[in-house]
């Protein structure tokens, strides 16, 4: 019933800049939060970005000043502005948003099937 896709993924060099993109469709009733994790080959899943639905925002040490999360509520679209891109922010970048389905308390976190970011030359 719901579907997150991505786009705006793929090879930029270093120092460049990408927007990613993530839009949550289907039978969506109230999204608490949506952001983006990724992954290195090797390493961790770890948290990029987040936003809730109050606008509040997460970032990762490793990204703050050169990468800003935001969201279109009307769309149910969250975007990640990249820029000033590193080496080691080669990953695959996976969108999530964590959504309530009345009477159920507890938010369900959905993810997108992820999208190939490499930085390099």
């Known amino acids: 019933q719901v579907q997150l896709v991505e786009s705006g993924g793929g090879l930029v060099q270093p120092g460049g800049s990408l927007r990613l993109s993530c839009a949550a469709s289907?039978?969506?009733?109230?999204?608490?939060?949506m952001g983006w994790y990724r992954q290195a080959p090797g390493k961790q899943r770890e948290l990029v970005a987040g936003?809730?639905?109050?606008?509040?925002?997460d970032y990762a040490g490793s990204v703050k000043g050169r990468f800003t999360i935001s969201r279109d509520n009307a769309k149910n679209t969250v975007y990640l502005q990249m820029n000033s891109l590193k080496p080691e922010a080669t990953a695959v970048y996976s969108c999530?948003?964590?959504?309530?389905?009345?009477?159920?308390?507890?938010?369900?976190?959905?993810w997108g099937q992820g999208t190939q970011v490499p930085v390099s030359s």
């Open positions: 999530h948003a964590d959504l309530l389905f009345p009477p159920l308390a507890r938010a369900h976190r959905y």
């Open positions: 289907g039978s969506i009733f109230s999204i608490v939060a």
């Open positions: 936003i809730t639905s109050g606008g509040s925002t």
